[in-house]
């Protein structure tokens, strides 16, 4: 069976998102049904972004103590279960509303992401096992550009500080829920890590690389071990890149390496083209 899911996953600028979208374009050209989806996308199938996940208590509490915006909020409010699911980020975009923050602060302390680790991974393993069920008889393939081991290793060891194989069993389990879709793993490598990411800091936003140093340090991994700015942010980096080496060679579905350390775009798709024949045909 041709591969359904197609994974994307490497360190914050070494080309992932570059990888993914040409990844699409070249199944596109090889005429395959392909969804792509990007870091960030609110309507990611087997992922969360913007989307804050209350206990019927919370729930009742938000309502109780922001009474006044409860029929907007209820707008993006969807349960499953036992739990509430808010959609505020898109409740943002659509509405262009102004929430006061003092709202906002209590919606984002139960964003998927803010919660604790057990909890994240049981909303997260419920979300993948969706995805997968709906997909597995579907005609499309998708591509997934970092939620299935970067997110992990992100909340896991950025995050929370948890021992390196409780992080590795979160990505397998994830790797079980979708074996029936025949997924291949891409992995994104640069051979110089420290300048990839400088490279990186130099051509985005500032406050792309002032938040993403301060996630890096001032929490879990990074808080333990000491490390500040950005020289700390790659000693981080550094600590994941053998975290995901590990789960890489533990990991036992398809998979392949690639290496975008030229920056030759042409020559780089070539050899993506070349794995993607070789796994669908």
Request: include cysteine.
């Amino acid at each position: 069976m041709q591969p359904k899911l197609v994974l994307i996953e490497g360190l914050p600028g070494f080309g992932k998102t570059t990888t993914a979208q040409l990844v699409h374009d070249i199944l596109i050209d090889m005429n395959i049904n392909t969804q792509l989806f990007l870091e960030g996308n609110l309507d990611h199938p087997a992922d969360y972004d913007g989307v804050a996940c209350f206990g019927e208590y919370e729930y009742q509490e938000l309502l109780r103590d922001h009474a006044e915006f409860g029929d907007l909020l209820r707008t993006r409010l969807m349960k499953h279960g036992n739990y509430y699911f808010l959609e505020y980020r898109k409740l943002i975009n659509e509405f262009g509303i102004s929430i006061p923050k003092e709202l906002m602060d209590y919606i984002f302390k139960y964003d998927i992401y803010e919660l604790p680790l057990d909890q994240n991974i049981v909303r997260i393993m419920e979300k993948w096992e969706q995805f997968a069920k709906r997909s597995m008889n579907g005609t499309d393939t998708y591509v997934f550009d970092c939620c299935f081991i970067q997110n992990p290793v992100t909340i896991g060891m950025i995050k929370y500080s948890a021992a390196n194989e409780v992080v590795m069993s979160y990505v397998k389990q994830l790797a079980f829920i979708v074996e029936q879709l025949n997924p291949l793993l891409l992995y994104v490598e640069q051979d110089d890590l420290d300048h990839s990411f400088r490279k990186a800091v130099k051509e985005r936003p500032a406050a792309w690389s002032e938040g993403f140093i301060e996630y890096y340090t001032n929490q879990g991994f990074g808080l333990n071990h000491g490390y500040q700015g950005l020289e700390g942010t790659l000693h981080v980096l550094e600590a994941r890149r053998e975290l995901e080496e590990t789960i890489f060679n533990d990991l036992s579905i398809a998979k392949e390496k690639v290496n975008n350390s030229s920056y030759d775009l042409d020559a780089y798709k070539q050899r993506l083209a070349k794995i993607l024949t070789a796994h669908f045909t």
